[in-house]
């Protein structure tokens, strides 16, 4: 179960040409809730404040106006309980190049407060699945981009975490690997875990989604499953209500 | 403490993956000083033996032909050379001679007449081996003196024994080991103090900013482990490299300083290195500074190293990079080498403020240890400063953490 209420997020930063200080309201007043058994989609434009929405239900960084719940616990009450029930993946995440796979999945499982042997088992399972057996002895310094997301999103999960926090979770995997980390995700769904992804993969939202929140300039325009959004907007593809939006946001 | 215990432990484990940083860290001190020791003596040997074999050339001016034969018949000190070409003076500066002598013309007729004649030696104060020669050159005229004397005594027909009243049999206790173990006791504290700081920065610098770049801070963060206990796990991490660091500089110190002396013992083979060989290098260093002593400066340093791994962890973990972070954190060696200087200067006993500036009351504290004049008071103020500083910057740098500018750079 996740819970936003009324989050705000915003940065100050720096305009190097003005020398002025300026206000980004990367997330203007979002509330959602996902609830367990379900897949979530956030889309959204660059820069629309997913990946902001994300970190703070990671416990990455702090809401300034409203707050968030991870399975009951909220993340700025409980900061260590709800981080311990979220399994999160981002590829601002990586890992620890000079350990293997082995090596660091033992670590994480300590980390999480896991067992090792069974960090170990359960990380090892999900790299069989994500085809990357044949590299768990060996040091991480070489491993590609995709290969090192592999091991991340086994180090998300190894935990066995209620809330599944999934940032873009695709990017910089070959298609088959990529068709594993959805079916995974629907086993979490079935197994009654609460996802929620980012992504700008389209139709694997269509496909995977239960719910589907649309954010522009850091506001939720809605969520629905992905077919009633169809229907609202009268569009073939959710790529339309895209065009849509920016047409509007433009006028 | 379990989440601390765990990164602790990763960091030591990181740390063991990487063969040629583990070697760098502990391997190269223990060869390092055996190496730089025995070296120096070597060089300081050599050079001595050099100057004893060789005689000294000397120019001498002696009609009389008072002192000649005395000089030719000892053919290992002198060698008499003929006058050079160049001015005498700049000759003997050029090291082309050791010494010029002259000696009085009517020399030989005022030994006889029972005169005191006069004899002028020129050489080079600042040339060690132009300094052997004259003394060389004392120890013959005393000899040649008491030949003298006793060849007058017996013109008078007293007995010989008259020329020589009393004879002086000179030991040297020291030795060239206990010198170095001598200065080196003076230094210690120093040397520790900037091996344990120079020792971790670079692997405090590694586990915080270093983390933060590689972006593997974020998947640590991102566990159900306390923000604290991760400040606490780094920490005890760098505290625990620059005590290993400074203990096997240490170490390899002790071994190679011991093994200075007795080398020493067996090549000398006198009575005094002997006795440093049977009480060892470090029963040697107990002569510069008692147990009691040493234990205390210890019990100084551990605050101390504290204060050190938590300034280079505040340091690291403020800074958004590592090069920022070194940038941040290199000057630190520098106050650290000047504090050490600083304390070292005369007369700061004298200041009654000092006891009370953070940092430098340890290096002075453990310099009033070394000299006998410590103070309970003051020793307390030092270790309770040093301590509470510590804790205030571990408090600083956990809030540090906590905060998300930290890890995101804004
Ligand atoms: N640490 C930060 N400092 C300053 N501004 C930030 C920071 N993080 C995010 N922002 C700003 O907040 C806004 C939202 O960023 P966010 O990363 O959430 O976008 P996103 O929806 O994930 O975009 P993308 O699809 O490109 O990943 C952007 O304008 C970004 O510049
Ligand atoms: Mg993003």
């Known amino acids: ?251 | 403490m379990r989440g601390a215990w765990l990164v602790f432990k990763k960091e030591f484990l990181e740390l063991s993956k990487d063969r040629k940083t583990l070697f760098f860290t502990f391997a190269m001190p223990l060869i390092l000083f055996p190496l730089l020791f025995t070296m120096m003596s070597k060089l300081g040997r050599n050079d001595a033996a050099q100057r004893k074999n060789k005689p000294s050339r000397i120019f001498l001016v002696d009609q009389g032909r008072v002192l000649e034969p005395a000089l030719r018949a000892d053919p290992k000190s002198f060698q008499l050379v003929p006058r050079p070409e160049t001015e005498l003076n700049q000759a003997i500066r050029d090291q082309k001679l050791e010494m010029a002598l002259e000696i009085e013309e009517t020399a030989a007729a005022k030994l006889v007449r029972q005169e005191t004649f006069t004899l002028t030696a020129t050489y080079d104060r600042s040339d060690d081996s132009s300094k052997l020669a004259l003394e060389r050159l004392r120890d013959l005229i005393k000899k040649q003196d008491v030949a003298w004397v006793q060849a007058r005594l017996q013109t008078l027909g007293a007995p010989p024994q008259l020329a020589v009243p009393s004879r002086l049999e000179s030991r040297n206790a020291s030795s060239m080991a206990l010198f170095i173990a001598k200065i080196m006791g003076s230094f210690l504290p120093y040397i520790l103090i900037i091996m344990m700081y120079a020792g971790s920065m670079q692997h405090g610098i590694y586990t915080t900013a270093g983390e933060k770049e590689r972006g593997t801070l974020l998947s640590l963060l991102s566990t159900r482990m306390p923000r604290n206990q991760i400040i606490w796990g780094k920490l005890l991490y760098i505290f625990a490299i620059g005590l290993l660091a400074t203990l096997m500089n240490l170490l390899s110190m002790a071994v190679s300083m011991a093994h200075l002396f007795s080398t020493e013992a067996a090549s000398a083979g006198t009575k005094a290195a002997q006795a440093a060989m049977e009480s060892g290098g470090i029963g040697n260093l107990s002569a510069v500074a008692s147990p009691a002593t040493l234990g205390l400066s210890f019990l100084l340093m551990i605050p101390l190293g504290l204060f050190f791994s938590n300034f280079i962890l505040l340091g690291g973990i403020q800074a958004k990079n590592t090069v920022e972070a070194g940038t941040a954190l290199t000057p630190g060696i520098f106050v650290v080498v000047v504090l050490g200087v600083f304390s070292m200067a005369p007369g700061l006993e004298k200041m009654t403020l000092l006891p009370y500036v953070p940092i430098v009351n340890v290096s002075l504290a453990i310099r009033k240890l070394f000299s006998q004049q410590a103070s309970a008071v003051e020793y307390l103020i030092a270790l309770g400063m040093t301590v509470g500083l510590a804790g205030a910057m571990t408090w600083l740098s956990t809030r540090i953490l906590n905060r998300e500018s930290a890890i995101f750079k804004v």
């Open chain 1, 1 to 251: 179960m996740i819970q936003l209420v009324e989050v705000h997020k915003g940065f100050t930063v720096k305009d190097k040409k003005t020398r002025k200080k300026k206000r980004i309201e990367a997330v203007r007043g979002i509330s959602l809730t996902v609830k367990p058994g379900e897949i979530y989609g956030l889309l959204g434009p660059n820069g629309a404040g997913k990946s902001t929405t994300l970190r703070m239900i990671a416990g990455l960084m702090h809401p300034e106006q409203g707050r968030i719940e991870v399975c009951g616990a909220g993340t700025a009450t409980e900061p260590e309980k709800a981080r311990g029930a979220v399994g999160y993946l981002s590829t601002d995440l990586n890992v620890y190049n000079r350990f293997t796979p082995r090596e660091f999945l033992r670590i994480f499982g300590e980390f999480q407060g896991v067992d090792p042997a069974v960090a170990e088992r359960r990380g090892l399972h999900l790299l069989e699945k994500l085809e990357l057996s044949d590299f768990v002895d060996v040091k991480m310094e070489g491993f590609s981009s995709g290969q090192r997301q592999k091991v991340s999103i086994a180090r998300a999960l190894l935990h066995d975490p209620r809330v599944i926090v999934f940032d873009e979770p695709t990017t910089g995997l070959d298609v088959l690997t990529a068709k594993t980390v959805l079916d995974l995700l629907s086993l979490m769904r079935t197994e009654g875990r609460t996802v929620i992804v980012s992504t700008h993969v389209l139709p694997m939202v269509e496909r995977i989604c239960d719910r589907v929140g649309i954010i522009f300039d850091g506001i939720l325009h809605g969520d629905a499953p992905p077919r009633e959004i169809l229907q609202r907007w009268n569009v073939p593809a959710l790529d339309e209500v895209f065009f849509a939006l920016a047409a509007k946001g433009g006028a």
